[in-house]
């Protein structure tokens, strides 16, 4: 692999676990998990579930328009 080919690898990976982090903190609202009401945590979860969903959404739909 040239070069090139590994600083594109590594920029994807930074991107994407930083894409993440923040989806987790909006998922959130911007709290620790300690101060959040269980009602809360639910809705943050289902906002991470909906997120990952539509990462595999993204994903498939990418392949199918190759």
């Not at 906002?47 to 994903?59: E, S, T, V």
């Amino acid at each position: 692999m040239d070069l090139n080919g590994l600083w594109n690898r590594l920029t994807r990976m930074l991107f994407r676990s930083a894409m993440d982090a923040g989806l987790d903190h909006i998922a959130r609202r911007g709290k620790p998990e300690a101060e959040m009401t269980p009602e809360e945590r639910q809705q943050a979860k289902q906002a991470r579930d909906l997120a990952a969903r539509a990462r595999k959404f993204q994903n498939i739909a990418r392949r199918l328009w190759r």
